[in-house]
DNA sequence: AAAAAAC
């Protein structure tokens, strides 16, 4: 099995540890729910609120899918079914029918070739570039050397589908003749060394990139996308596309398979999101919706909260002309969700465990299900994730689309990639390096002693912070501390009971409060605007964990600032990190009384200050 | 080792 990562060594005994325990079973929400009584001033019926329409994030990451198929069902349209009602369905698309497009055959794309680029052999670290992410230790473990490391290695994994047996159902033809996708494995053998690497580094699969001034001008229309949907978009706040946008939207209208990197914050949710919504609607032009049809598309992401963020953008797209989503994740009574999908969806966001239980108690058919997008993609190919994944996209229609997005894509999504998607078409964003980011980063080298109170200090400030804990205990300890110090704060793990999970991240979201501690299940696709300083509390393992975390601020553009606590002894750790996720960052020795504190836990930096 | 994801 694909063991992936997931190294044996792991961590020495972390660099904090207090281990709250090894409450590892601990019941849910019990303990937090103590204090939460800070702000008394919230005039607010916190507990119902829903996410309501306030944050209507817009742009954040997107998935898109689509449809090519052509799926017959009746005539009109008589959803009464209205999810969060914002304007009624409208269906004035002209039905264009462009489906009939020729799907993967055409040979004359250069652009993919999945095949993993040369990998350089490092010594000297040239720059980044998501590619030939020069060596990826996993556990990090201290300057261990790289042969002990515990291998993964593409080559061992089942022969899946490697040839072309295991994936019987896609059309065969475009298949064969392309050989493509073959080179993911078609690797030419290594030798012992060469294998070392690869479990570490997951190259980089080669993509198209689109440059950012190719944009210029470009229009959500001009990308195929209808006025409807264009019009939803500029309502979510997305006037003109980003450049992952204006590189994915065409190619997965055009029916293709795709996968797609794009920075944190680059708009990847609109990117998969807006033309799955199109893809859809072409599908199923002029049919009805049909009372208890089937649902046609299918998002998936690692957490319910991301879940319920992609929904939020989609949404108000498939409702602009007349398509239903719904959210299935688990944590929340089945009941909505399985009377939703009575009434017929089109679209279902959700996550795979309370996927895969409706799709057992036969309450969710994914038969129909054209076009699958996986957020997160990388994350959703890790233990854990990857078989409920398989299992669901197996349920999916035989040829259906898929959609691979990911800040941080890279040959671990082989996984998916053998066995099924076709030909996918390979896109990035040019110049996606540390130079054009407007995040800083700082990494303050400290006394463990000292962390409590510098804690205190970095997020005693006015601007939203999100600080990352290595687990559930001490995230919940930290917002507690933060509580205690006089610093309203809220916290978002896994042992929360789901409405406090919504609710705390709700808090963060409407500034009620500015402090929110989190597990790493925060660490992929939240959105939140303005959060402009990230703490790591605990620095995080891997380099994309890093990178994933740190992208929580500097969205969009916005500038931001994120400031890791390591130990003495973790230095050199770090440094590997950093140089992994090909970031520059100063270390700075700190105790509790320095100045440096207060400067980080003030402002972020001008754009000027990060060029400078 | 931890986190996430169903009940």
Redesign the pocket.
Same mark, same amino acid.
């Given at each position: 099995m694909p063991k992936n990562?997931? @190294? =044996?060594?792991?961590?020495p005994a &972390?660099n904090f540890d207090p +281990?709250y325990g090894?409450r590892?079973a601990a019941k849910p929400g019990s303990r937090s729910a103590g204090h939460r009584g800070h702000r008394p001033d919230e005039a607010e019926p916190a507990g119902k609120r829903r996410w309501s329409a306030q944050e209507k994030a817009g742009r954040d990451e997107a998935r898109g899918i689509r449809t090519h198929s052509r799926d017959a069902r009746g005539g009109r349209f008589d959803d009464a079914r209205p999810p969060r009602p914002e304007r009624g369905p409208r269906e004035d698309r002209p039905a264009r029918s462009f489906e009939g497009r020729p799907r993967r055959d055409e040979g004359d794309r250069p652009r993919r070739s999945f095949e993993g680029r040369p990998r350089r052999d490092e010594g000297d670290r040239p720059r980044r570039s998501f590619e030939d992410r020069p060596r990826r230790e996993?556990?990090d473990r201290p300057a261990r050397s790289f042969e002990d490391r515990p291998r993964r290695s593409f080559d061992d994994r089942p022969a899946r589908g490697r040839g072309d047996a295991a994936r019987g159902s896609r059309d065969g033809g475009a298949r064969a003749a392309g050989g493509n996708r073959s080179d993911w494995n078609a690797r030419p053998e290594r030798t012992a060394a060469q294998e070392q690497r690869v479990d570490v580094v997951h190259e980089r699969l080669q993509a198209e990139a689109i440059q950012a001034t190719d944009v210029d001008g470009v229009g959500f229309g001009d990308l195929g996308l209808g006025d409807n949907i264009v019009r939803a978009l500029a309502e979510l706040g997305a006037a003109s596309p980003f450049p992952i946008q204006a590189a994915t939207i065409p190619e997965v209208l055009s029916g293709r398979d795709v996968l797609a990197r794009g920075r944190t914050g680059s708009g990847k949710t609109i990117a998969f999101g807006a033309p799955l919504v199109e893809s859809v609607l072409r599908a199923q032009a002029g049919q009805r919706r049909e009372f208890g049809r089937r649902p046609k598309a299918l998002i998936l992401a690692?957490?319910?909260?991301l879940?319920l963020q992609i929904d939020r953008t989609v949404q108000p797209i498939a409702r602009s002309v007349g398509l239903f989503t719904t959210q299935?994740?688990?944590?929340? @009574?089945?009941a909505r969700q399985v009377g939703a999908l009575k009434k017929g969806v089109d679209i279902i966001i959700?996550?795979?465990? +309370?996927?895969?239980?409706l799709v057992?108690q036969r309450k969710l058919d994914l038969s129909q299900v054209q076009v699958a997008v996986l957020d997160e993609a990388d994350h959703m190919c890790? %233990?854990?994730?990857l078989e @409920?994944v398989q299992r669901i996209l197996r349920r999916t229609a035989d040829g259906s689309q898929k959609l691979l997005f990911s800040a941080t894509l890279d040959r671990e999504v082989s996984a998916l990639v053998d066995e099924f998607l076709v030909e996918p078409a390979v896109h990035e964003v040019a110049g996606e390096d540390q130079a054009s980011s407007t995040i800083e980063h700082r990494v303050l080298v400290i006394d463990h002693r000292d962390k409590a109170e510098i804690l205190d200090r970095l997020v005693d400030r006015d601007g939203k912070t999100l600080v990352f =804990? +290595?687990?559930? &205990?001490? =995230?919940e300890m930290l917002a507690e501390q933060f509580d205690d110090a006089g610093i309203p704060a809220v916290s %978002?793990?896994? $042992?929360?009971n789901?409405a406090k +999970?919504t609710r705390n991240l709700q808090r963060l979201t409407s500034g009620r409060v500015r402090v929110l501690v &989190?597990? $790493?299940?925060a660490a992929r696709g939240i959105h939140v605007d303005d959060i402009d300083l990230v703490v790591q509390a605990d620095a995080p $393992?891997?380099y994309k964990?890093y990178l994933h975390r740190s992208g929580r601020t500097g969205r969009a553009g916005a500038t931001g600032r994120v400031v890791t606590l390591i130990t003495r002894q973790r230095r050199r750790r770090m440094t590997e990190m950093l140089s992994r996720a090909e970031i520059t960052a100063p270390f700075e020795e700190v105790s509790p009384g320095d100045d440096v504190i207060d400067e980080l836990a003030g402002s972020s930096p001008t754009a000027a200050e990060l060029t400078a």
């Open positions: 990562k997931k @190294p =044996a060594g792991g961590r &972390a +281990r090894q590892s996993f556990g690692p957490t319910r909260e879940a299935i994740y688990g944590g929340v @009574p089945q959700g996550t795979p465990g +309370r996927i895969e239980d057992e890790e %233990l854990g994730f @409920p =804990a +290595r687990t559930r &205990a001490y =995230a %978002l793990h896994g $042992d929360l789901q +999970r &989190a597990t $790493d299940v $393992d891997e964990t």
